[in-house]
Every structure is written in C-alpha cells, then in structure tokens.
C-alpha cells in the first residue's frame, strides 16, 4: 500500500468515491423477498431550482437514514425526482421571455409550453447533480418528474375519479388571487404577516339628510365596491337608522343600510362597510342579506370599469389617490397608523386580493378524517410530536381546497366544455371520451368540446408521490408499490405540514387504505446568527456548492447535522463546517498514525486499553442507536463526535502508542477498532470513511464501507469504564499537578492512592503510567504528607512534591466552601417535598447520591485539611 499523504483532499476524494459507487450500482435497488425494505422518497425540489441550506439539512439527513439502513441489511431505496412547481417555474419562463422581448399573451399555449419545456430540459436536473456532490445515496436510475407521461397520467385519473365520487366540484366562491402570478391560491399558501397600515374613517352621508355615518377600513379602494353598510341591531347608537340609505362617497350609489349581529359593537365605530366581492366574511353576510356583488378589480390587481373610477390604474396607486379625493370631497373624517396582518402570496409575495371566482375545489372533511385519527393515535409518528397539535388544528378545522390555477405549465384539469351553461361540461381524460361523455349528458350529438385552460395546484400532484412513484395508479398491484409502499420515514420541513404531509396521508388512506410513511421526521429551518431564515434576497444565505468547496462535503454535512434537533431551527453558523473540517482531519491524522506505528513482537500487548476500548465503543453504539430510533441525529453525530476526538484519538491512541513499538495484536485490534469506529461514522461522513477503510487494509473493488455490514454492540461492562473514566480523571489531575509545579513529563512520579470506593488503581496502572508516566502505584490508608492531594469521587490521591503548606491548605479549603454550597444545593431540593413526591423516582436517587458523594468529599477533604496541619 502506499503512503498515505499528510494532508486529506476531500475533492479527489469524493469524486473517485461517488463514481465508484455509481459504477458499481451500490445505490440500486429492487425488490427482493428476500430482505425487509427501506424505503424515503425524497421531497421533490423544484426542477428548475439549485441547492439551498434548507435542501443541504434535509437530504443529508435522508442519507444518513439510508445508508445506515443499507449497511444494516435492508433492501434501501431512496427515490429521487423534481417537482414541476407551477407558479415558479412559469414565472421564470414569464420572465425569461420577457428578457428576450416576448410577452406570454402573444403566444399561443403550446407555444409557451414548448419554451417551458425547453427551460427545463436546460436547466431541470442541476440540483439533483448537487445532491450528488453532498454524497446523496439516492437510486438514479428511479428518478421521477411530476410532469413525465406516467405520473401526469396518475394526477389526471385521480381527479376523474375523485370527481366520479363527487368530491371535486366546480363553483363560484371566495378565493385568494395572486395579481401578480393571476392565478388562484389555496389558503395554505397565502402567508400572512404584520405590517404597518394606514386606517382609514369616511363617512357616509344618510340619504336625503344632512346626518352622516362612519366606517373605518384599511383598503378605501374597496369602497367603491361596496353594497351595504351594517351595524348590529343592539346598537342603540343607530336604531334610527334602521331601513335607511347612505351614500357611497366619490360614485354616489346608494345603498342599504343592514341590520346584523356579526357586527362587533366595540370594534372603530361599530359600523361596517360591506364589500361582498372583496373580503370573505363581507361575502358570507353578502349571501345572508342577498347583496349585490361588485368586483371591481382586474386579474392583475388595477381597478375595472365596475369601479367606475381610476379605471386600469394600480391598487396601491389608487389608495393613495382615493384618500386624497376623500379628504377634497370631505368624507375622509381621519387617517391613522395602523398595525394589522395582510395575507402575502407564498410564491410571488404580491399581497393577495380576496375575489370572487369560478373555480374547482375538492371537499376536505371526509378524506381527512383517517388522516387525523392515524396521526393522533401515533399509526403515523411526527418528530418531535409537538407538531401534532397544530396538525390536528388544522385538519379539525379544514376546508374545501380550491385545486384550480390560472396557469398553463402543469396537470391540465381535464374538464371540457360543450355549451356556456354552468353544467355544460363532462370529466374526461380525452378529447374523444369528452365527446362521448358530452352526447350522452346532453341527450344529442355534440361535435365539438373544448378544454378547461386551468391547470392543477402543484400540490394536488405532489399528494400522490408516493404512490406515484412506484406507478401504484398506473398498475395498483405491481410488485414495486407492494413491495417498497408503504414507505418507512418522510424528512421534510414544518412549514408544509400542510402542502405536502397532510395531503400524502389524505392520498395514501384514500387510495391503499394505508399510511404512506410510518415516520415523519421535521427538520428546524436554516437560520444565520441573527436569527433570520437564510434567503437569497436577504443575500445571508452561503452558495452551499462553495461551502463543500471550501470544507469537504463531509465536513458541511458535520457542520449542518452538529446543530440541527428535530424540529427546532438551526442557527447556522460557517465556524461549524470548520469544525466539521477538523473533525474529517483529526480521523484522517488517526489513520495515518495507526498506518505507521512501529510493529514490535517484544512490546506487551496493551490489553487494559483495548478491554476498556471495546467496552467504550459498544457503550456509544448503543447510546447512537438509541438517538436513531427517538430521530435524534444530531445527538448521535455528537455521541460519534466525542468518541473520535475525545475516546479513540486522545484517549485510546495515547493509552497504545510507543517509540519503542507497539505489539503487531494490538495494532491489528487498533485497525479492527478504526474499521468499526468508520462503520458507524459512514452514514453522517461517508467520502472519508470510506477513503479510511480502503486504506486500513487492501480490499478489492467490491469491498466499500457502504455496502458493509453495519456493526453491533457487545456487551458492555459498566464497572471497567467507570473505574477507567476515575483512573482518566486521575491522569487530568496528576498533569495538573506538573504543570502547577513545573515538574517535566520525563520525570517519574509514584502516586498514593487512598481508595474508598474499592476502585483498586493498581489493576490501571498501564494506563496511568502511560498518560501520566508514574513509576508506581502506592496504597495508602492515610494522607501523605508533604503532597499535592486531589479527589476523584470519593477516592484521594497523593502525589509527594515540595509543597507551600499555607497555598495546599488555601486551596483545600476553597474546595470544601464551594462543595458546603453545592450540598446546601441539593438539601434545599430535597427538602421541597413537591419536587420528593413529585419528580421521577430516579431523578430523586441521583440527588441522594449527589448528597451522599458531597459530603464524602467534604469529610475527605477536612482530613486533608488536619494532615497538613
């Protein structure tokens, strides 16, 4: 074998070894009788998108699921694939046409949709290539599109038959309209948040009187659509008014004034302006008095000629137009500061415009009852299941899902159209079967149909994905979809609980009877220092391509997982992929010393380390695979972190080595040791593990570390390592002493040892005397005096140095006046009887030891204390 060389390169690295994988399709996966599956799909980026943090935290954690249960002996399947994000991708194509000096009304549908699909075909596939570079073990050779023949096909059968069922419906109700994509949203995907308003009081003169009423609104480009003004009829303030008029100001129509008990007395001045066409609960109280309905807004967001005013003018221009021609007209009674919450679009952020609409919607209540009940009753687990709660919220409280979108790159609704009566239309997947259906609806022969221009909400197709994927719609009974469905955990982030999460659960009961995924793990969102959620526009989000650059995929992926708990946000922080970066270096710096330690047959074999070494690292699979199952990655990265830094490398590796030379059995145990370290290290650092395990012993081709067998944990013996962890704490002391005293490593030391815990140190003396070079061992059943003493537990040491009595006798008693306050501590809670009876059995034991150990010490250290004296 080669030498190895100083320095790890992760870039050469990482490229020979993702190749290689590739070549030799580790990655792939079929059915097999064989073996229990595994099975993540992934949550389908954009296809036109590029790697972000967000997207870096998600699937590194899906690969570390996936290839540990790879090397654990399950048939892993990680399926891959785009999504085709209607509204993004078309604005982008929107925007790059228009760059090229092309408006989309100036192209036909077919025309748009071939410079759709030319955008995608160049630049659809970039990020799945990045997750490549961030070392994603994903099958390729599965990857789906949500616009492919086979998964469009899927999207289109499920609306027909939801439609057949009658739970898809066509219906003018109260929309969110994006003006800036024009396109209707669903609610989930409106985000609203504070902002800082102007309201608005105007006053409406009461027909044929000189007496006015007044109203306050935050959007006075409304009150051109208004119909009505309400008040509540136990308002006594305005009981004369009942069966009266006002005056719409600046259009002068008159309208009614009503009588309702929706209207909050208490709230501005407990009269209501009525706008049906734009707010949804005017709408309801619309169709409660029989209101007419204005809407006097264009698709994107200028007034229309039912406005009658500042036709083809924008909103927000008109706003401050109209507030001006109300304060001319002396309608504008004044205008405030105001702090309300305004609904953004969650694609565009143009802020959203409650409006009529004529749309399609599918009914939400039944579907979603075994979605809530199989996560309730934890058949699907959440982690960390504090979002059960606002999952139940939401899905006790759900409503119709409006599915229509105002677009052309998508699933086109396949709904065609006969005649211009609110019926005249059939559900059909073609143009022939349409006809057909269209003849036998209409008792006649119809010639000629044509097709809804409405696409489908991205989401509805993203429901299906896991079905999908596995063509369980295309052919419900194919060894793929019965073998791999359902799927075993879902890594996905909290914000779209709804979107996606919600939605799958809703697909997978109504279309396999069954749960989709058993686990559903949510990620925290990517925050830098100050707290803020990483984005391009804030220009606070790193290139993660440059990072993996900069510090080595594997050093991101330490980086991103070392502050990531479930569910909570992760304060990002670059100095973490540095950390990552040293702790690649520090195995590599471990490799190379093991590789070259001198072979010795004479040298002892070191048999107390390698004991307490075998011990140590069962002890920390066992604690890895604890945090595994409760999905607690990060504290199993710091469980493995600890072990490499703390354990193998400054503990184990100085605990073995000489100049002399090492025992060729105890190297051979060290390799062994490394091997097994790099197993279960691979799925949180796979390039340099598998690197490492190349060079740890030759090996063919065939032989990687990602297809090897996962290692278990032997028995554990708890008394070796808590008497090895006394006999460390030991060696930290004693190097203390030296230090303090100016005493050279290369002088030999003989430690006193007054052991009353039954520890008997002499059996450690191998390890003492390698990391703190003492020449012996003594028992002692008394202080020795003219020595350095400290404590571990409840055992005293004794080192003879030249000692200042009065300095010893200082620094014993700072000791026993911070134990007396630690005592007093622990007394005052056991002394709260709630905190007795209240808190777990356990937890009350450990502070009676705690007790019992303070006051050992104490009583130890008084001793001390009349030695010196």
């Not at 009503?258 to 709230?267: G, L, N, R």
């Not at 006790?396 to 790159?409: G, P, T, V, Y």
């Not at 107390?608 to 140590?616: G, L, V």
């Not at 409760?630 to 990265?637: D, H, K, T, V």
Request: hydrophobic content about 35%.
């Amino acid at each position: 074998m080669s030498e190895i060389s100083k320095q790890y390169d992760p870039q050469t690295t990482e490229d020979k070894w993702y190749q290689h994988w590739l070549d030799h399709n580790f990655f792939s996966s079929k059915p097999n009788s064989e073996k229990e599956p595994y099975t993540i799909v992934i949550p389908p980026p954009n296809v036109t998108g590029v790697l972000h943090m967000g997207h870096m935290l998600n699937n590194t954690i899906q690969d570390v699921l996936i290839r540990k249960a790879r090397m654990q002996g399950f048939e892993a399947c990680w399926v891959p694939g785009t999504d085709h994000a209607a509204i993004a991708t078309e604005a982008k194509v929107v925007q790059k046409l228009k760059n090229d000096g092309i408006d989309k009304a100036d192209l036909s549908r077919e025309e748009f949709l071939e410079h759709a699909w030319e955008w995608t075909h160049k630049h659809g596939g970039i990020i799945l290539d990045q997750l490549k570079k961030l070392g994603a073990s994903c099958d390729w050779d599965r990857t789906r599109f949500t616009l492919e023949e086979d998964l469009y096909d899927a999207v289109i059968e499920v609306f027909i038959d939801l439609y057949k069922q009658g739970k898809i419906y066509r219906g003018v109700r109260m929309i969110n309209w994006d003006p800036a994509a024009q396109t209707a949203l669903s609610d989930e995907e409106v985000i609203h948040r504070e902002v800082q308003s102007k309201l608005y009081q105007v006053r409406y003169q009461i027909e044929g009187e000189d007496e006015y009423v007044t109203i306050a609104t935050t959007r006075p480009e409304t009150i051109l659509g208004d119909t009505a003004v309400c008040v509540n009829p136990n308002d006594e303030r305005y009981t004369h008014l009942k069966g009266k008029k006002v005056i719409v100001p600046l259009v002068n129509r008159v309208i009614p004034i009503i009588e309702d008990e929706y209207v909050d007395m208490e709230f501005g001045t407990g009269c209501l302006k009525i706008t049906p066409a734009h707010d949804i609960n005017d709408y309801n109280l619309g169709i409660k008095h029989n209101l007419e309905s204005i809407d006097i807004l264009a698709d994107n967001g200028t007034l229309n000629d039912n406005a009658q005013l500042y036709v083809g003018q924008d909103r927000f221009d008109v706003r401050k137009q109209i507030a001006k021609d109300l304060e001319k007209s002396g309608n504008l009674v004044k205008a405030e500061d105001y702090t309300n919450k305004v609904g953004f679009s969650e694609r565009t952020d143009a802020v959203i415009e409650p409006k009529l609409s004529l749309q399609w919607f599918l009914t939400m209540e039944e579907l979603a009852k075994p979605a809530l009940d199989n996560v309730m009753n934890d058949n699907i687990q959440f982690h960390p299941p504090k979002f059960k709660n606002t999952y139940r919220h939401w899905m006790e409280n759900i409503k119709d899902w409006c599915i229509s979108r105002q677009l052309w790159w998508g699933h086109r609704i396949p709904a065609w159209y006969f005649g211009n009566g609110p019926k005249d239309f059939v559900v059909a997947k073609t143009e022939e079967e349409a006809l057909k259906a269209a003849t036998e609806k209409k008792g006649e022969a119809v010639d000629k149909v044509w097709q809804d221009e409405d696409v489908l909400d991205t989401w509805f197709s993203s429901a299906l994905w896991p079905i999908a994927v596995f063509d369980g719609f295309k052919d419900p009974e194919n060894e793929e979809i019965n073998y791999y469905y359902p799927t075993n955990d879902l890594v996905t982030a909290p914000e779209i609980m709804f979107f996606w999460v919600a939605r799958m659960i809703i697909t997978g009961y109504e279309y396999k009877k069954e749960l989709p995924f058993r686990n559903v793990y949510y990620t925290g969102i990517v925050r830098d220092k100050l707290g803020r959620k990483m984005s391009k526009s804030l220009g606070n989000s790193p290139d993660p391509i440059e990072l993996m650059k900069i510090y080595g995929a594997d050093g991101v992926r330490v980086g991103m997982l070392l502050c990531s708990p479930a569910g909570n946000d992760l304060p990002f922080d670059e100095g973490l992929c540095q950390q990552g970066k040293e702790f690649v270096n520090k195995i590599w710096n471990a490799l190379r010393f093991i590789k070259s330690m001198k072979v010795s047959d004479s040298a002892p074999v070191a048999e107390m380390p390698i004991k307490w070494f075998e011990s140590r690292l069962s002890q920390v699979m066992i604690e890895m695979d604890k945090s595994y199952e409760s999905f607690r990655l990060s504290e199993a990265l710091m469980t493995l972190y600890k072990l490499v830094n703390d354990d193998f490398c400054s503990t184990y590796i100085e605990m073995i080595k000489s100049h002399e030379g090492v025992n060729p059995s105890t190297i051979d145990k060290s390799i062994d040791f490394m091997e097994r370290v790099m197993k279960i290290a691979h799925p949180f650092i796979p390039f340099v593990s598998e690197e490492v395990w190349h060079l740890l012993r030759t090996r063919s081709a065939e032989d990687c570390i990602t297809v090897s067998e996962y290692p278990e944990a032997s028995e554990v013996n708890l008394q070796l390592l808590k008497e090895v962890e006394k006999t460390l704490e030991a060696v930290t002391n004693i190097r203390k002493i030296r230090n303090e005293n100016n005493i050279a490593f290369g002088e030999k030391l003989t430690l006193y040892a007054k052991s009353n815990s039954g520890t008997q140190y002499a059996d450690y003396f191998e390890i003492i005397a390698k990391l703190a070079n003492i020449e012996n061992i003594e028992s002692t059943e008394e202080a020795v005096k003219q020595s350095k003493s400290f404590i571990v537990g409840v055992d005293e040491f004794f080192v003879p140095v030249e000692i200042n009595v009065e300095e010893e006798k200082a620094r014993i008693l700072t000791e026993i006046e911070y134990q007396e306050g630690f005592l007093r501590s622990v007394d005052k809670k056991l002394g709260n009887e709630k905190f007795v009876n209240g808190a777990p059995a356990q937890v009350v034991e450990n502070e009676k030891k705690k007790k019992a150990d303070a006051e050992s010490r104490i009583e130890t250290l008084k001793k001390s204390l009349e030695a010196l004296a």
